[in-house]
């Protein structure tokens, strides 16, 4: 191959036709007269008839040079005309961004200077040219749908962040986000526009008016009269939020739009586009003319069977085309109108791309004729071209468009030699080339013809309380019935036609993931490979840089097409080698994780940094795995951690951003939609620090410590003979069996990777087409309700809600159909399977990588991440269309995933708080659903005991709440008044979510509830400990709600407008949610375990229940003193304090005492009873308050009070006390809280024992009232001041009572008094006489 310089290049080519002009005669097979023939059959004199052929000059070879250019010459504009400026413009030619000059804000430009981001609140840039009279137009490729003002303005306008185009006087635009027009003010003009769109700019300065068009659509004219006159002349601009980014075509290209009587900016090469015209007629002659030597003479033929034979009279004749064809394929906008239509054309029948042989011989012939810098330049402009054809093409019914461009792609990437130069150098470097895995949403579903694919329109009618669903199939009417048959259908038939698209993107994928192809160098598959992870790396550490990332809309069609490729890859090695296993059971085996032939860049592991876990276990690693770190690396490792961040940046950081330092760095494939590398950073701040035009540097080297993505080769991945290349270092613990091929296990990796990174939040984002269905759905059914309710003399309201009512069904029906265009991209059953596989791929590696031991800690965060997410997506975002029920495998899975979260929610080997709160938030979930429920039942036990131990760890020193919510959990539906799913006093109001956990039906434990019960009962240790931080945290819990509700309390009361902080709010109401649960799970141990406080053999359960008793007084005194605090509190009705209620506190206190006074064995019933009486704070009317008795009785009735209650007649059933008006204090006749209004709450049963208790402590008080004999002062511990001194201290002798002391030991071995360590407690009784 000759030099790539251009005079060389040139040099050679017309060597070798010279060569072959010296010896006219010898063409071996044509002779000199059919070689005339020919010569003048393709191309033909547009002088000469027919008729004068047999009076031409032969023509040979040595003549055609001429001939050809001659023949090109014809028509070509003289150079004087092809040099006038075009009358009514100003400015270069060629038509740009104005990088230099013409900006404000911070901007990222591409390349070519068409492409734009914005970077700041909101940034203007004009073109470099300006026109003041004549029509003209340019288009705006939208790749965002967000914050933009497009159109047309003057060189005196100023913008700034705040005022962009069309906020000054001599600015004009149009806003697609907000569907308005500016020039100062702002009116309502045009349709939304979404991303994909193209909007074509069109200014008139003879009639001084300005449109713009929607996909070729106008909309109307926008502004009449506009300036115009000397000095007057209109740029070409654009204002864009942060984020936003469009591409420019002033004329480079060809507009896709053009509209008759308007010029581009830009003049279009005429007189190239006339040669290049000529040129390909030329070589379609050549295509479909075949030379028949034995009968001499020239045969039509059909030019798709062309074949590239070799035949010397063909390529010499190519050959001479091709030297003056070439350089014309190295111009975008020839590549786009000549050479990507004809090659649109070949594939115009329809049929397989294997049909058309044609399109890989001309690429063949390209590379044959064309320098290698051509052809590159070529199938670079081809494969932008077309991936930009394919995103901006409008949506039809049958998605021709995109299927036509995909066709083509494909047809391009079959062959060898330009897919693998596309693959090293364009698909992933220049182009975004994801896009062509996309089907994007139509916004506007009438122009995506959708309503004649689904002509009928259906949603969901009948609701429950929640507002979900509950309609059965049979319970549909006729017309119903029908309705969403032929919506099912519709739905069919868009699916159907979104397939053939998926079908040949997968193709694509195929073609790139082919390791077979090893004629000309390295497979397709390991450049692939390698692209892919660094595709991967920008992604994951560009996630402060917005720009930079790849949209997840994108994400989530590629994760797909990616997983149908690969599994297709795997199942074909599977059935050539019957020992490894099939993709059902693929997983990522644990070597890949600590070998370090797999890059993770910086992602987290679940042990921590790996410098630092190649420190700690690096004895292991050589133990368990054969791998030896070199200490050396360790070393480097620990230095690098400084400066790694710095490197990376810079070896990614194009040079023109350079200078803006490593906050600017921008990956390669970063580009707004002209797909063009974009280097340029454009400020207003920085613009002398910028050089125009600065080409790329190549990047710096960075520090590696393992392999490099790029220098890895098919051996360091495959491996070969005695190397397991990426499987390198197999622990004892994994089977040593063939799995798959290497590649495709590093690509399953990626995948889960790619899904961790942006799929699922986006998967999570579409459900709001779902949830506005719903929405409307419901306020559809209320407005007919209320039509049918709509008395007949008031026709003004009924005219309003049958306004209402078309509104809402002309929503429903355009949404109805988005819908159905979003469950088959995104929400279908095929993509369900594909998260499916992915949960099972990520829980087999996480149980593979468990079973290596100390290992497990270099595994990454996200294979938890993503098990825990793809489980929450199948459950909360496939269905109600797909349910998870009917997956294959799904309870085994089930039981699976809930293993992993029961083992290691608090699992040593994981150290982030981040993935520790995860499982824990997960499991907690998981134990809401009766079905998940049981998979943790359904774990051996063992490890249900294991995960039963950790849940009953103290609660200091670790996030508790959590832990008591499980337990809660588990309890719920079997404590006194605890089957409720809402609080009662919140069943009128409409839950945020119906599908939180938190809104699930109880689903108690009873498998569960019995193994704590074991644990707390033979493990005496852990059982205190265990309730003396439930007790301590309650304490705590219930004492910041009461200081809380005091401040909220004071600010409601003061005369100026009230603000309380909603923060605040939010605060008290969690701190009255713990004080529940908190008291829910003391319920739960002392009803499954009472003997915990009631054996006073046990070493602590004496101080145990005293302790409860003090708090459950407490609790009972705060709440139920009459117009205390918390009443007046409950009754302002805050927003943000709805939980809180007397009802949900004082049951679950109630339900403890039941516990220990009712249900108990006489001694324990006696035990609690005196321990509860003797406590200072009890009082009886607290008791009482519970059954609405207590009457008027002042808040200090104390124990000592003789005076029996007035018990008040039990009334009938009430509901729940109505609070009063905000603000004041309730009148005396105000319905108490009474336990018998809660009849749907509370069993017969439930209030017969609160009565039993009331008259036992009634009976009780009384007796102990008249048994007690006044103390002395001194007799009274000098602590309390409550019980009698009961206890002497060793050795200094000083005396409390028995509660003081024992709770004082808890935390402290000190003496009250003397601070002497206490060494023994022994009981102390008064003499006798003293």
């Not at 070409?236 to 480079?252: D, H, Q, R, T, Y």
């Not at 908190?1078 to 009472?1090: D, G, Q, Y």
Request: aromatic share 8%; net charge negative.
């Amino acid at each position: 191959m000759s030099s790539k310089g251009g005079g060389t290049a040139l040099t050679r080519r017309n060597y070798r036709l010279a060569s072959d002009t010296d010896k006219p005669k010898a063409t071996g097979i044509v002779n000199e007269k059919l070689l005339s023939d020919y010569l003048y059959h393709v191309f033909p004199s547009t002088k000469q008839g027919p008729a004068l052929a047999s009076l031409r000059k032969p023509l040979g070879f040595q003549d055609l040079g001429a001939h050809l250019e001659r023949l090109l010459s014809e028509g070509e504009p003289t150079e004087e005309s092809r040099d006038q400026p075009n009358e009514g413009r100003l400015g270069p030619q060629t038509v740009v961004l104005d990088h230099t000059s013409g900006f404000e804000g911070l901007l990222f430009v591409d390349d070519d200077l068409l492409g734009v981001i914005g970077h700041s609140n909101f940034s203007s840039i004009r073109a470099t040219t300006c026109v003041y009279k004549g029509k003209w137009a340019y288009e705006v490729l939208i790749s965002s749908q967000g914050l933009m003002q497009i159109g047309w303005c003057t060189l005196n306008c100023r913008f700034n962040q705040e005022e962009g185009v069309g906020d000054t006087p001599d600015s004009y635009a149009y806003d697609g986000n907000r569907v308005r027009k500016w020039n100062v003010t702002t009116t309502n003009y045009g349709k939304s526009w979404a991303a994909g769109d193209i909007v074509s700019c069109l200014i008139d300065l003879d009639e001084g008016t300005i449109t713009f068009c929607l996909n070729g659509q106008s909309l109307g004219t926008a502004f009449t009269n506009i300036k115009m006159g000397p000095g007057i002349a209109y740029f070409p601009a654009i204002s864009l939020s942060f984020k936003e980014s469009v591409a420019f075509n002033f004329g480079s290209r060809p507009l896709r739009y053009p509209v008759e009587g308007y010029l581009p900016l830009q003049n279009p090469p005429t007189a190239d586009l006339l040669k290049a015209q000529k040129l390909l007629g030329y070589i379609k002659t050549v295509l479909s003319t075949a030379i028949d030597t034995q009968e001499e003479r020239l045969v039509e033929k059909d030019c798709s069977s062309w074949r590239l034979h070799g035949e010397p009279t063909v390529l010499i004749t190519l050959a001479h085309i091709f030297n003056h064809f070439a350089p014309l394929m190295c111009k975008v906008y020839l590549v786009e109108d000549v050479l990507m239509s004809f090659l649109l054309g070949i594939l115009e029948g329809g049929g397989s791309v294997d049909e058309h042989p044609l399109i890989q011989q001309l690429l063949d012939l390209f590379w044959l004729l064309m320098e290698d810098y051509e052809v590159n330049e070529c199938l670079k402009q081809l494969m932008m071209s077309l991936l930009r054809a394919y995103r901006f093409s409008p949506i039809i019914p049958d998605l021709g468009f995109q299927i036509h461009y995909l066709r083509l792609t494909t047809a391009i990437l079959r062959h060898e030699k330009s897919r693998k130069y596309l693959l090293s150098n364009v698909l992933f470097d220049v182009l975004r080339s994801v896009v062509f895995f996309y089907i994007k949403t139509p916004l506007r579903v009438k122009e995506a013809g959708l309503e004649e694919l689904i002509p009928t329109t259906w949603w969901p009618t009948r609701f429950d309380k929640e507002g979900k669903d509950e309609r059965e199939p049979k319970d549909e009417s006729a017309d119903e019935r029908l309705r969403r048959r032929a919506y099912e259908r519709g739905c069919q038939r868009l699916k159907k036609r979104i397939e053939v698209v998926e079908e040949l993107q997968v193709q694509i994928l195929r073609l790139l993931l082919n390791n077979k192809d090893k004629g000309t160098g390295e497979a397709s598959r390991y450049i692939f490979l390698n692209k892919f992870r660094k595709f991967l790396q920008e992604n994951a550490s560009n996630r402060g840089h917005p720009t930079a990332l790849c949209p997840p809309e994108y994400m989530v069609c590629f994760l797909h097409r990616l997983i149908t490729a690969v599994r297709t890859y795997w199942d074909e090695g599977k059935r050539k080698s019957p020992g490894s296993i099939s993709s059902e059971d693929a997983y990522v085996p644990p070597q890949l994780f600590y070998n370090g032939k797999v890059d993770y860049f910086d992602l987290q592991r679940l042990g921590g940094l790996l410098s630092h876990l190649k420190k700690t276990l690096k004895d292991d690693l050589a133990s368990k795995a054969n791998i030896i770190i070199d200490p050396a690396e360790i070393q480097a490792t620990s230095m690098d951690d400084l400066d790694e961040d710095e490197e990376s940046g810079a070896a990614q950081r194009p040079f023109g951003a350079a200078a803006m330092g490593g906050a600017l760095a921008r990956p390669s494939w970063l580009s707004s939609p002209t797909l063009g590398r974009a280097n340029r950073f454009l400020s207003t701040a920085a613009v002398s620090l910028m050089t125009p035009r600065r080409p790329l540097a190549p990047p710096e080297k960075v520090k590696i410590r393992t392999l490099a993505v790029e220098q890895r080769t098919e051996e360091d991945i495959e491996g070969s003979h005695g190397n397991d290349g990426l499987l390198l270092g197999r622990p004892l613990e994994e089977p040593d069996q063939p799995i798959a091929e290497k590649s495709l296990l590093e690509i399953v990796d990626g995948i889960v990777m790619m899904y961790n990174l942006s799929v699922h939040q986006q998967l999570g984002k579409m459900v709001v087409v779902s949830d506005d269905v719903h929405e409307y759905a419901v306020a559809l059914k209320d407005t007919e309700e209320k039509i049918a309710r709509c008395p007949a003399r008031r026709p003004d309201i009924l005219e309003e809600l049958q306004k209402s009512q078309k509104v809402f069904a002309e929503k429903l029906n355009h949404l109805s159909r988005r819908l159905a265009w979003i469950n088959a991209t995104i929400y279908s059953k095929e993509k369900m399977l594909d998260v499916y596989w992915l949960l099972r791929v990520c829980i087999r590696t996480i149980e593979h990588a468990d079973n290596t031991g100390s290992l497990f800690a270099f595994a990454p965060e996200f294979y938890l991440n993503v098990a825990m997410n793809a489980y929450s997506a199948l459950k909360n975002y496939f269905s109600p269309a797909n349910s998870m029920e009917e997956l294959p495998g799904y309870e085994e899975t089930l039981t699976q995933l809930a293993a992993i979260l029961a083992k290691h929610f608090a699992d040593p080997r994981i150290v982030g708080t981040d993935i520790k709160d995860s499982l824990m938030q997960a499991l907690a979930s998981y134990v809401c659903y009766p079905q998940s429920l049981r998979a943790v039942e359904r774990i051996p036990e063992e490890q249900r005991v294991a995960m039963m131990r950790n849940l009953l760890a103290p609660y200091e020193q670790r996030p508790w709440a959590q832990t008591n919510w499980i337990l809660v959990r588990l309890w719920r539906g079997c404590g006194f008044g605890y089957r409720y799913t809402r609080l009662p006093h919140l069943l009128k109001t409409k839950p945020e979510d119906a599908n939180l956990p938190s809104l699930q039906k109880p689903c108690p434990s009873l498998l569960l509830q019995r193994h704590m019960a074991e644990l707390l009962s033979m493990d005496k240790d852990m059982a205190a400990s265990f309730l003396n931080s439930v007790l301590n945290q309650l304490n705590w819990a219930f004492s910041e709600f009461i200081g809380m509700i005091q401040e909220i309390q004071q600010a409601a009361e003061r005369p100026e407008r009230n603000f309380v902080d909603t923060r605040q709010l939010k605060v008290c109401a969690t701190c009255f949610d713990l004080s529940v649960s908190l008291l829910r799970v003391l319920e739960m141990t002392v009803t499954l375990v009472p003997e915990i406080f009631l054996d006073w053999s046990r070493p602590s359960a004496e101080l145990l229940l005293r302790r409860l008793a003090q708090l459950l007084n407490q609790v009972l005194n705060r709440v139920t003193a009459e117009r205390n605090l918390f009443d007046r509190v409950v009754n302002l009705r805050l927003p943000g304090l709805e939980s809180v209620d007397h009802y949900p506190i004082l049951v679950a206190v109630t339900g403890i005492l039941v516990r220990i006074l009712v249900d108990g064995e006489r001694q324990g019933i006696s035990r609690a009873a005196s321990v509860l009486l003797s406590d200072p704070c009890f009082q009886l009317h607290s008791i009482q308050h519970l059954l609405g008795e207590g009457g008027e009785s002042s808040a200090s009735t104390a124990v000592a009070t003789s005076i029996p209650p007035v018990v008040g007649p039990l009334g009938p059933a009430v509901n729940p006390p109505i609070p009063s008006a905000p603000g004041t204090t309730a009148p005396a006749d105000r319905k108490h809280f009474s336990l018998h209004a809660y009849t749907d709450y509370i069993s017969e049963e439930e209030e017969r024992k609160v009565e039993r208790m009331l008259a036992f402590l009634t009976e009780e008080s009384k007796q102990a009232a008249a048994s007690t004999a006044p103390t002395s002062e001194e007799d009274l511990c000098p602590i309390c001041y409550a019980h009698s001194i009961s206890a002497i201290f060793k050795p200094c002798s000083h005396k409390s009572c028995k509660a003081c002391i024992n709770q004082h030991l808890m935390n402290n071995k000190d003496c009250f008094f003397c601070k002497a360590t206490i060494t023994g407690v022994e009981d102390y009784s008064k003499p006798a006489g003293s």
